[in-house]
């Protein structure tokens, strides 16, 4: 039996086909080692990013626990995506992943710790909101053939979506819509900033990069109940671009004028990525048009291809 039907016999939905994509899996030929301050706590912490074994996927360790990057163990939370396991929570992981899903570095181990050792929750530092510090260390350390523990290499499945379906909550939601490639489209709607709409295709064409380079961008609302709530202590100026409902763009200029919808590009590809299994590519081969969508949504979304109702 090949990979890809052993795949099908074991899918949960009927919304997904995984197919070859006629490569072989990928891991780092090297390792990524880099600290810095994290968003929600502002504490330091450090991620050591170490080649993996093909079919093994990316996975977080923490305190000694393997977290996998995975949607199983997704957890709501407020402007990031939370893996959490025993007890154990890794926070902000969306802009590493996505880093790694664009790039193809299917298999890895990401080793992260704070400078408490007995912190229970660790975030992925979050360096200019972007995600160009973690691309620029993996074209630096560069990618290799990954192999199993016996030695053996494995080829690259995709899932590639039969049928149309959607995901919403209030006025946001994501189509996503049977393509031959991957496609993405996303809209925001923000007070004094128009709706934006951009178009990739090929995740990992250059397109890729420049959404990696785009920061968070917020509300100014938003920034004041999230400091009230005791989070985003490690943001600043720097890491977002923050806009008022008022006065537009606080802090220009923006790098791009599409900033805050290539910064949603950017958290799409991340938070999909959670749908990989055993090295797979996460990402849907679809078109995936997002509206006002989020981190929640898209894990709905994720969950609707696992078979899971939401
Ligand atoms: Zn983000």
Redesign the pocket.
């Known amino acids: 039996m090949s990979l890809s039907a052993a795949f099908n016999s074991l899918k949960s939905s009927n919304l997904i086909s995984w197919k070859t994509t006629g490569k072989l899996q990928q891991t780092l030929a090297g390792c990524i080692e880099l600290a810095g301050k994290t968003l929600h706590t502002g504490k330091v912490s450090k991620v050591k990013v170490l080649p993996g074994f093909a079919g093994e996927g990316r996975n977080f360790e923490f305190q000694s626990k393997l977290i996998p990057a995975s949607i199983d163990f997704a957890r709501e939370s407020p402007l ?1 995506t939370t893996l959490c396991k025993d007890g154990y929570k890794i926070r902000t992981v ?2 590493l992943l996505s880093a790694l899903e664009a790039k193809g570095i299917d298999n890895c181990i990401i080793q992260i710790r704070s400078l408490d050792p007995e912190d229970s929750e660790v975030e992925v530092p979050i360096f200019d ?1 972007s995600a160009s510090a973690w691309v620029e260390a993996i074209e630096q350390v560069g990618r290799k053939e990954a192999l199993d523990r016996c030695g053996n290499n494995a080829e690259k499945l995709a899932p590639y979506l039969n049928e149309p379906l959607h995901v919403l909550r209030n006025d946001s939601f994501i189509v996503g819509l049977p393509s031959s490639e991957v496609c993405i489209t996303c809209g925001i709607d923000f007070p004094k900033v128009n709706s934006f709409f951009l178009c990739y295709a090929d995740l990992n064409s250059c397109h890729c990069f420049y959404a990696s380079l785009a920061k ?1 961008y917020v509300n100014y609302i938003q920034v004041e109940h999230m400091r009230a709530a005791g989070l985003i202590k490690g943001g600043s100026l720097d890491n977002a671009i923050v806009c008022s409902a008022t006065k537009g763009w606080l802090n220009p200029p923006l790098r791009f004028h599409d900033e805050p919808c290539r ?1 949603k590009v ?2 799409l590809i ?1 938070d999909l990525s959670l749908f990989a299994r055993s090295g797979s590519q996460g990402f849907p081969v679809a078109h995936i048009v997002s509206f006002k969508g989020g981190h929640s949504l898209n894990a709905d979304l994720v969950r609707r291809l696992s078979g899971i109702n939401v």
């Open positions: 990031c969306e802009h909101g968070i910064h950017l958290d991340g």
